[in-house]
Each structure stands twice: as structure tokens, then as C-alpha cells.
């Protein structure tokens, strides 16, 4: 049985939902908004958590209140079917992958609330035990880099290990200090956004420098080109993907065979597409990793508990949400401990 047959003729009742705003003043030039997705229904409450990166997007979806047509019986599957064909967006938003962000945060919300209806917790219902989560801290340099911060944390954990954006100002000299820690487990080279803040135009030299520099590092999103594909063939069984993975249909299309890939749950829009990854990974001998989008609220307990199910033992961008700010002790450490709720799609 697939992981998506385990649970999409749970039934699903709907009575009504309500949409909770959150903000972060995360940096100066940074204002996070996210919005969370209450439904409810036989007594019981589903949550899920809109990542839109556009703080306006949040403020016209909450301004809309409850107008969307979701009140009355379903099944998890004609519901999803039905969020399929709503307009979640009142127009085309500024990044089209929004529209599977926004998909995800209803969908996940009616994940929820179905298990609780059905008194099942995820793990249950799929079969697993939630396990300790090993994660990694994401993070920049900064420009001109600096480690400063990097070190901070180090400094509070000794064994924190770390997801690291990369820019063409990197030295050699600067890879070669990041190494001997032995502190860095993957680089994102953000060669596969288009259209966002985060574009990174490829760089054949620095892939070089990164390559040869951290050995042990795993390389996530270069860009392909004529170019960089001379520098990245050597190394391609340590190139992984983020960005252009949003089903098992990309997955496949990928011009090597990958050894693992970045499953962000926000990116799939859908349960269906996400377990069906899973599905394909384990049977594929492919490793998973989840990925965080700065959830501010319960998105994030829920892809850590994914992670827990699913793949534990990866290097999880889901550590929690405090080590997206500036260095402190006292955090939890990883491996993560993910206590799941009783019921439903939610860790404690």
C-alpha cells in the first residue's frame, strides 16, 4: 500500500476556518509574514501554515476572510482534488510556486484535522515512529563574508553543522577555514531560482573552489551550464536539488541519478505529490531531506516531524526556528527529540 492510500479516504468534515496572521521583524531589511490556517469541524481543529514570502499576498488573503468554499463533507482526497481547482489567489501571484505554498497550508491543515477526526496521529496512520531528527543550521556569510556568526554558534554547539549559501566572494582561503571545522554539510549555490532575491548567477570558479575546497559537502542547486557542467561532473554524486523539485516527475528529469534531494513539503502543494516522493525515494535507494521556508508558526513542528517519520538521519533544514536568529545558548540541540501529538498531523 502506498503512503498516500494510508490516508486519503480518511473522511473530512468541514464546518468552517479562520486565518491567523503572524510577522517577524527577522532583519532590518526582512519582515516575515506568514498565515495560519485554522479549520475546524466535529469538534476538532486542523492547522497548516501559508509560507508565501510576500507579506502582501498574507495581508489579501486575510483581508478575504472566510470566503472560500470549503464547508461540508469530504474525504482527504476530494478535498485536495477541490483545492486543486480553487482560485487561492485572488490574481497570478509575484512567484507562481505561491500558488503550492498556499496549497500546502490548507491541505496540511486538512491532514490534521481528518486524523484528529479520525482520533489517528500521523504516524499511526502511516505506520512509523517518530525518531530524533539530525539538522543543520542555513545561513549566509554576508557580504563582504564574514564567519563572525558562523562562529558564535560554534562557539554555543560545538557539533552544530551548518547548510551554508555560498557568493563568488568566497576565497579559497575562506573554504579552506569552513573545511577544517568540519562543521559543513551541505552548500546552496541557488543557481535554479528565477525570478526571487535569492538569484545566483553560476559561477564556474567559484563551483570549482567549493567543490575541491569541502570535499565532504554536499552541493545543492548549481546552475547547469556550459560552463559549470565541466566543473560539476566530477562531483555530480554530490549534487543535490531543491529549487526544481516539486514531484517524483522532476525528480526523474534530472540529468543525473541523484543520491539524495531536498523534499521541502511547501514546494509539492499537495500530500499526494509528497508521499508519492517518498514512496519513490525509498524505493529508488534515494535519500530525502526536508527543508524549511522561515515557518513562523506550526509549519514548522509539521516538517519536523516529517523529518522524524521519514528520514531522521539526513541533514534536515528544520532546526528550530530560534537558530534562524542571531547566535544563543540554550537551543535544542541536534539530533532534534520530535514528540508527535496524539492525533493528527502535529509535534508538541
Known sequence: MSLYDRVRDLPLEIESYELEGLELQARED???????????GAGEEGIGEDVTYHGEEHDRLQAREADLPFAGTWTLHAFSAHLGKQELFEKEPAQHAYRDYRRWAFESAGLDLALRQAGLSLGEAVEREPRPVSFVVSMGLGSPPS????????????????????????????????????????????????????????????????AEGLPGAWLEDPALTDETLPVLEPHRDRITWDAIIHSVEDIEALRWPPRTVNVKPSRFGSVERLFATYDYCEANGI???????WELGP???????????FHPDTPNDVAPREYNLEPQPGLPQSPLSVEARATGFFAL
Not at 526582512?30 to 475546524?40: A, E, G, M, P, S
Not at 562562529?151 to 576565497?171: M, Q
Request: glycine share 8%.
Open 147 to 210: 564567519t563572525d556568526r558562523f562562529d558564535a554558534w560554534l562557539e554555543h554547539y560545538l557539533g552544530l553543522k551548518f547548510k551554508l549559501d555560498a557568493n563568488p566572494e568566497w576565497s579559497e582561503e575562506l573554504i579552506a577555514r569552513l573545511h577544517a571545522t568540519g562543521a559543513i554539510d551541505s552548500i546552496d549555490l541557488k543557481g535554479q531560482y528565477r525570478g526571487t532575491v535569492v538569484d545566483t548567477p553560476p559561477d564556474p570558479a567559484l563551483y570549482r573552489r567549493l
Open 299 to 309: 509549519g514548522r513542528r509539521q516538517i519536523q516531524l516529517l523529518a522524524s517519520l
Open 287 to 293: 535519500a530525502a531531506y526536508g527543508g524549511g521556508q
Open 30 to 40: 526582512f519582515l516575515r509574514k506568514t498565515t495560519v490556517v485554522h479549520l475546524r
